[in-house]
Structure formats: structure tokens, C-alpha cells
């Protein structure tokens, strides 16, 4: 009896303790799984879904996109790595790919600027651009198919991606890059110009219209005021930031041409609709009276201009008629706007489809240094 019951207690001990065992190694092992799931620079699907938020802030705090400019650099940000050049591929579409680099020319030989004052950006790595994208968005990218459509060079579609990546897609992340550290420059200083940028067709999970990632929604950290006065709808940050309350979106763009983006129109808090043929003299009246609304609906933290230049009369993409003074006009009232609030105004350059567009740019900047809404040089007693 007694040894009976000796058997029976052993085998009960026995039992729990492979029970707690078990339990314990199955907690182990779990508790690995979790830590891995938030160190992991990808992060799981698991923990994206459990903790999004807090995974966004760790991916903003731990950006290298973010770094101190010294005095002796001005707040125009540029990189020769913006211009994109793919054994002429580039040029079977109107976009204008070495715009950037000939703004820049113009201002250093009009004397406007100077070389070693230009800041020069850092590239977006793949955890910057998850602050906005999916992990699935930025694999698509790893198909040349899919950066052919997005932007509008079929034949990309047949070379080897890692070049797609090279020629493509890193000049792209860098202006990126450009576009968020304009926005921290323009917060400290007031103002900031990335000559590059403005990819305001590319929404969280999908690119097209010659704009791969969402360098607008990415900037986007602040209570925001997006004044959007390229020819085109700017459908992508419409569509990841349109219910974001601390987003004012002013768009003024035409609706005869692409993206005709109905759904993303929803959420513009003021559009502006400017049809094909509209003169200068129109299309600033409209600006200066949506501007004024713009001042009574909402007080920012931040502007994010996108001054695209495809309003340019004879645009062959942007079909409307305004003049280069008009432009030049255009930039002065949004700067305006902006520097007697004491609002700081990032400026990316956008659209343009002809080569006169980086002349018009140029002389733009040089009107805003001209009028004291922004310094191209550095104060002397810099370092």
C-alpha cells in the first residue's frame, strides 16, 4: 500500500515537473520570438500590427537622416546623386532627369550660390522608408516590371534590378533623404529648399507617375499645411494623409490631366481646380484667394510646398498657360505667406516637363534671396 502510493506520488512529481519544464522552455522560447519581432530591422508582420505606432517613433528617432548643418552651409539641399541617368533610357520619358543639377548650376553662376554651401543629403535606408511604406510596397520594388510602370519607361522592365536599383531607385531615396532633412533645416532656420523631391503621386502602398516613394507623407511629422501648386493632383499624400487632422491639404492643380484620382480628391481640405488654358493673371488671383482661406482655416507648423513648374505655358504635360514671371510670382506669394506668419516653409521643385524649367527655378530662388525671404549665402562669421 505505502509503496503504492510512493510509486504514485514519484510519478505525479514526475509529471509536473516536466509540466512546469515544458512550460518554462515554451516561455523561453516565446519571449525570444517577441524580442527578435521588435529588434528586427524589418520588423514582423506581428509586432507591426500590435505596436505601430511606437515602432514609427523608434524608426524616426533612429534615422540618420536627421543630422546638425553648420552656419557655414545655406538651407538649400542638393546632391549630384539626385540626377538620374540610365544609358539614355531616361530620356523616353518628358521628365527632365538632370533638372536638379542644372538649378543648382544656374545659382552658383549667377552668383547666388556657392558649392561648399549646398548640404548635401543622405540616402533613405529601408527602416526610414517603413515609417511610411509597407515592407510589401518596398519588395515590389525588387521587380524592374514594377519601377518600369511606376516610372513610365517600359523598357526598364528588361534590365537586371540591382541596376534598376542603382540608376533608379537610389537617386530617388537619396532626394528622399533630402526632402526630410529639408524639413528639420526649414523648422531651425525658418525656410528650406530641396532642389529635388516633391514625389506627391507615390501613396504608402503604391508609386506611379514617375515617383517611387512618399517623400511628402514621410516629412509629414508635424502639424502640416501641404500647399500643393503642381499642374497635377497630388493624389498620393491625399491619400495617406487626407484624414490626418493635423494635415491641411491645398491643392491647385488640373483636372483634365492625369491622376483624375477621385477618391483622393475626397480629402483635400481646399481644392483649387485650374482647367486647361488658364492664364497667369487667373491662376494668381485663384492662389491669392486660396491662400487667404488657407489663413483663416488652420495655423501650422510647417508648409510643405510643392512647386511643381509643369504649369509653365507650354508644358506638354501640365496644359496650362502661366507665364515664368508667373511662376516667379507664384513662389514669392507661398514664401510670403509662410515668412510673415513666422511659419518655416520646406520647398521641394516637383513636376516641370520641359528644359526651360530649371532656368525658371533658378531665377525663382533667386527673386526669394532678392526680396529677403531667404539667404543663399552664408553670414560671414559662419564656420
Same mark, same amino acid.
Given at each position: 500500500?505505502?509503496?503504492?502510493?510512493?510509486?504514485?506520488?514519484?510519478?505525479?512529481?514526475?509529471?509536473?515537473?516536466?509540466?512546469?519544464?515544458?512550460?518554462?522552455?515554451?516561455?523561453?522560447?516565446?519571449?525570444?520570438?517577441?524580442?527578435?519581432?521588435?529588434?528586427? @530591422?524589418?520588423?514582423? #508582420?506581428? +509586432?507591426?500590427?500590435?505596436?505601430?505606432?511606437? *515602432?514609427?517613433?523608434?524608426?524616426? =528617432?533612429? &534615422?540618420?537622416?536627421?543630422?546638425?548643418?553648420?552656419?557655414?552651409?545655406?538651407?538649400?539641399?542638393?546632391?549630384?546623386?539626385?540626377?538620374?541617368?540610365?544609358?539614355?533610357?531616361?530620356?523616353?520619358?518628358?521628365?527632365?532627369?538632370?533638372?536638379?543639377?542644372?538649378?543648382?548650376?544656374?545659382?552658383?553662376?549667377?552668383?547666388?550660390?556657392?558649392?561648399?554651401?549646398?548640404?548635401? @543629403?543622405?540616402?533613405? #535606408?529601408? +527602416?526610414?522608408?517603413?515609417?511610411?511604406?509597407? *515592407?510589401?510596397?518596398?519588395?515590389? =520594388?525588387? &521587380?524592374?516590371?514594377?519601377?518600369?510602370?511606376?516610372?513610365?519607361?517600359?523598357?526598364?522592365?528588361?534590365?537586371?534590378?540591382?541596376?534598376?536599383?542603382?540608376?533608379?531607385?537610389?537617386?530617388?531615396?537619396?532626394?528622399?533623404?533630402?526632402?526630410?532633412?529639408?524639413?528639420?533645416?526649414?523648422?531651425?532656420?525658418?525656410?528650406?529648399?530641396?532642389?529635388?523631391?516633391?514625389?506627391?503621386?507615390?501613396?504608402?502602398?503604391?508609386?506611379?507617375?514617375?515617383?517611387?516613394?512618399?517623400?511628402?507623407?514621410?516629412?509629414?511629422?508635424?502639424?502640416?499645411?501641404?500647399?500643393?501648386?503642381?499642374?497635377?493632383?497630388?493624389?498620393?499624400?491625399?491619400?495617406?494623409?487626407?484624414?490626418?487632422?493635423?494635415?491641411?491639404?491645398?491643392?491647385?492643380?488640373?483636372?483634365?490631366?492625369?491622376?483624375?484620382?477621385?477618391?483622393?480628391?475626397?480629402?483635400?481640405?481646399?481644392?483649387?481646380?485650374?482647367?486647361?488654358?488658364?492664364?497667369?493673371?487667373?491662376?494668381?488671383?485663384?492662389?491669392?484667394?486660396?491662400?487667404?482661406?488657407?489663413?483663416?482655416?488652420?495655423?501650422?507648423?510647417?508648409?510643405?510646398?510643392n512647386a511643381g513648374t509643369d504649369i509653365l505655358d507650354g508644358d506638354p504635360l501640365g496644359l496650362?498657360?502661366?507665364?515664368?514671371?508667373?511662376?516667379?510670382?507664384?513662389?514669392?506669394?507661398?514664401?510670403?505667406?509662410?515668412?510673415?506668419?513666422?511659419?518655416?516653409?520646406?520647398?521641394?521643385?516637383?513636376?516641370?516637363?520641359?528644359?526651360?524649367?530649371?532656368?525658371?527655378?533658378?531665377?525663382?530662388?533667386?527673386?526669394?534671396?532678392?526680396?529677403?525671404?531667404?539667404?543663399?549665402?552664408?553670414?560671414?562669421?559662419?564656420?
Open positions: 500500500m505505502k509503496s503504492s502510493q510512493v510509486v504514485s506520488t514519484w510519478t505525479d512529481l514526475t509529471r509536473d515537473s516536466a509540466v512546469y519544464l515544458l512550460f518554462t522552455f515554451g516561455a523561453i522560447k516565446a519571449s525570444q520570438f517577441l524580442y527578435r519581432c521588435f529588434q528586427s @530591422p524589418e520588423m514582423s #508582420s506581428f +509586432s507591426m500590427e500590435t505596436h505601430p505606432e511606437a *515602432l514609427r517613433r523608434e524608426r524616426i =528617432l533612429s &534615422s540618420k537622416l536627421y543630422f546638425d548643418v553648420p552656419l557655414s552651409k545655406v538651407s538649400i539641399i542638393y546632391s549630384s546623386e539626385y540626377d538620374i541617368s540610365f544609358m539614355g533610357i531616361e530620356k523616353l520619358h518628358p521628365f527632365d532627369s538632370t533638372k536638379w543639377r542644372r538649378v543648382c548650376m544656374f545659382l552658383i553662376s549667377d552668383g547666388f550660390l556657392e558649392k561648399k554651401s549646398i548640404v548635401e @543629403p543622405r540616402e533613405a #535606408s529601408n +527602416s526610414d522608408l517603413l515609417v511610411v511604406h509597407s *515592407l510589401n510596397y518596398l519588395n515590389s =520594388l525588387k &521587380s524592374s516590371a514594377t519601377v518600369a510602370r511606376i516610372i513610365e519607361v517600359p523598357p526598364v522592365s528588361i534590365f537586371p534590378n540591382f541596376l534598376v536599383q542603382q540608376k533608379v531607385l537610389n537617386p530617388f531615396r537619396k532626394q528622399v533623404g533630402g526632402t526630410i532633412l529639408a524639413a528639420k533645416l526649414a523648422i531651425e532656420r525658418g525656410w528650406a529648399i530641396n532642389i529635388g523631391g516633391g514625389f506627391h503621386h507615390c501613396t504608402a502602398e503604391r508609386g506611379g507617375g514617375f515617383c517611387a516613394f512618399a517623400d511628402i507623407s514621410l516629412c509629414v511629422q508635424f502639424a502640416v499645411m501641404i500647399i500643393d501648386l503642381d499642374a497635377h493632383q497630388g493624389n498620393g499624400h491625399e491619400t495617406d494623409l487626407g484624414d490626418d487632422s493635423r494635415v491641411y491639404i491645398l491643392d491647385m492643380y488640373n483636372p483634365d490631366i492625369y491622376p483624375f484620382d477621385y477618391r483622393a480628391s475626397t480629402f483635400i481640405d481646399q481644392k483649387v481646380e485650374v482647367v486647361s488654358g488658364t492664364t497667369t493673371d487667373e491662376y494668381l488671383r485663384k492662389l491669392d484667394e486660396a491662400l487667404e482661406v488657407a489663413s483663416r482655416s488652420f495655423e501650422p507648423e510647417l508648409v510643405v510646398y496650362l498657360k502661366i507665364s515664368p514671371d508667373g511662376i516667379t510670382s507664384r513662389d514669392e506669394k507661398v514664401f510670403r505667406f509662410a515668412r510673415e506668419r513666422e511659419i518655416p516653409i520646406v520647398m521641394l521643385t516637383s513636376g516641370g516637363y520641359m528644359k526651360s524649367s530649371a532656368r525658371v527655378i533658378a531665377n525663382s530662388i533667386e527673386n526669394l534671396s532678392r526680396k529677403g525671404l531667404i539667404k543663399t549665402q552664408p553670414d560671414s562669421d559662419s564656420t
